[in-house]
C-alpha cells in the first residue's frame, strides 16, 4: 500500500466521503457501481479519487453487474467494493451470494434510505437490516455493520475490508443517510496506524492446492487469484475442497454449515458494540446507525432524571451479540429497541431475554428524535418493575 | 483376445479436468467442440496458460468453466461477462474468456453483453448458440428463430431472434464473427485471432442441441442439425449487417464469416500521473 495515498490529517467531510477516503486508506483499488441517492457521493468521489491512485473506477450498467463485476477483480486479487441504497442492494443480493459461496472477500455499502421500492430516495431509513442478514436465498453466515458518524463510516469502511480479507466474506456496510449526508469532523490517521488484515494466501504445492480446504480452525481456506496457476474452479454450485461441483447432500451440509459456522466461530473479531451508563442499570436502551445518536440522548437526559438506564450501541448488528445481549439481561429489568423501520433488530432482541422489550420505530423519513425515546425509558420505568428487585 | 487400445497422450489433456469426466452434455451436443476449439486456440497462442481465465454463466454451455483445466469461474445466470470484466481490469495481464451459452449471454445477461461491447472491453466472449435453452429442458430463448417450436412455445415461438452479430456490431465490438461447429478451424482461428485483438470480440458458433431443441424441430440427432449447417451455411463476409439474421422456415442461407473487425481503442480505466 502507497502510504502517500492516504489522506492523513484533519477533515470536515460527509460521511460516503468519509468511507470513500476508507476505502482508499484500506488500499481498495477497484470500485464498481452505480449511482443511486444517499450513496452517490461515493461513487464520485471515488471516480476521482482512482485515478489519481492507480485504481479503476467502473460505472456498471447496473447493480447486479456491479456485483459481479466486483467479485471478479477481487477473485484477480484487488481490494474491491460497491456502494448503493435499498434498491440497488435488492439487485446486489443474487452475487452477494455467490460472493459467499466462492468466498470471494468484497465490501458491499448499503446507505439506507426509506423504503420498500423507490421508497424516500434522499431521506433515511433502517429498514433493510434483515435483508441484510437473510436477502440472498439460502443460509450463509453475514457480517455486517453500521456506522454512527462520518468517522466511523470512515474506521468501519476499513475494518470491514479486513474482516472480508480475513474471513473470505462479503462484508455488508449498512450506513443510512444520516450518516451518509452528516458533515463532521473526520480524522484520517496516519498510514501506519490503520489496520491492516491481509488475505490468507497458499502455502505449498500449487498443484496439491485445494482451494476450498478449510485446514485451520478458524474455517477459512486460504485464498488464490486467477493468474497465479493453481489453475482455480470457483462455482456458485455446491462443491467439494476442491472446488468441483458435488451434487449431494453429504457435501451440502458440510459446505454450507462452514459457510455459516466460519462467521459463528470467531466473534472476538466480527461482534463490535460500545455501552455507555450500564452502571446500575435496570433498563437497556439498545439502537444503532443515526438512530444510536438520539438514542444516548434520550439515556443521558433520563439519567439526569435518576432513572436507572445504560445504553447498548450494535456495531455490528450482524452478527448479533446475543452473548452480552444475555449477560445484560441478568441485570435488568426492561429493554428498549430504537430503530428507524417497524420493528426489525427488536425480534433479535426478544429472542435472547425474557424481559419486556419496548420498541421505539418509526418508518423512515426522518431521524427518530430523542424524545420517543426518553418517552419509552420513563414508560417502562414507571411500570414500576425497574424500581426495585 | 482383443487388447484393448489405449490411448496414451492426448495434446489437449493438460488442459481438460480429466477427474471432471465424464461431462453432462447429451451425445450429438455441440458444446464439445466449441470447448475443443478453444482449448486448441489456447495452446495455439502461446500465451502462459496460467494466463488464460474462463468465465461462465449458467447453462449447457457455461459448464465449460467447469471442465477447463484453467482458472476458471462458473458465476451466475448471465453475469459472466461482468465477472469477466473484473477480473480483466484487475489484472489486465490476464486473457480473460467467456464461454457462455445464447440465453444466458443475450437474455439474462444482455445488458452486459451491449454495454462490455460498447465499452470495448478488451475480452473474448464465445456464445454457443444452440437456438434455446437447453439446460432447463428446450424452452425459447432470445435466440429462437420465429416459428421453431420449443417447450415454451409449442405453437410455433410467437418472437423474432435477436441477430447477434448486427446486435454486437452496434454495441461496439471490436470484432464479431459467426460459425457452426462444422467450422472447426475457422473457430480456433478467430478465438486465437481474439485472443490477440484488443477490444471486444464476440464469436457466435451455432452448435446443435438435439435433446433440447433438435427433438421439436425436425432435429433429432446432431448430426441433422449438422447437415442442415451443411446445407445452409453461406460464407459471404460483406452481407449486410442487418441480412444477418437466423430464419430456419424455409431455405433461408445461414450467413457465417468475419463481420466486424475494427480498430478502435480498448476501454482503458483512467490513470492520472501522481505527484509524489
Ligand atoms: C437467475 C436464474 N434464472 C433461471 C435459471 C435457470 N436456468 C439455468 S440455465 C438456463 C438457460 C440457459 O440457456 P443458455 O444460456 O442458452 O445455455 P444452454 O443450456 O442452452 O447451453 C436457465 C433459464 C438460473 N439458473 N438462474
Ligand atoms: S440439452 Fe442440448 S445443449 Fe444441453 S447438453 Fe443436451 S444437447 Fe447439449
Ligand atoms: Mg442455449
Redesign the interface.
Known sequence: MTSSHILTGRYFMNGDHACAEGAIAAGCRFFGGYPITPSTEIAEHLSSRMPQIGGVYIQMEDEMGSMATVLGASAAGARAMTATSGPGFSLMMENIGLAAMMEIPCLVVNVQRGSPSTGLPTLPGQADVMQARWGSHGDYGVVAYAPWSPQEFFDLTVHSFNVADRYRIPVLLLADEVVGHMVERVEIPEADKIPHWGRKRPIGSKKEFKPFEAIDDDLVPPLAHAGEGYRLHFTGLTHDERGYPDMSADTHQVLVSRLVEKINRNPKDLIRTETFHLEGARIVVIAFGSTARSARRAVRVARERGLPVGFLRLISIWPFPEQLIRELAQDVDAFVMAEMNLGQMIREVERHVEQPVLGVNHAGGAMLAPEPILEAIEKVANNGSTSSR | MVQPLLVEEHPLDGLI?A??MPHIWCPGCGIGIVMRCYAQAIINSGIDI??H?V?SGIGCSGRV??YM????????H??G???????????P??CVTVFSGDGDLAAIGG??LI?AARRNIDITVICANNFNYGMTGGQMGPTTPYGALSTTSVYGCPEHPFNLVNLLAAAGANFVSRWTTIHVRQVIDDVLYAFNKPGFSFIEVLAPCPIGFGKSNDLEQGVDETLLYRERCVHEPDTALDKLGIDLREDQPIYVGRFVDREAPAYQ????E?E?
Do not use: M, Q
Open positions: 479436468r477427474d471432471r496460467e494466463k481465465v468465465v468453466a467447469g483445466n484453467i482458472d476458471s469461474y462458473h458465476t451466475t448471465g453475469r461477462i461482468p465477472f469477466a470484466v473484473g477480473l480483466k481490469l484487475a489484472n495481464e490476464l445488458n452486459h454495454h480505466p483512467i490513470r492520472l501522481v509524489k
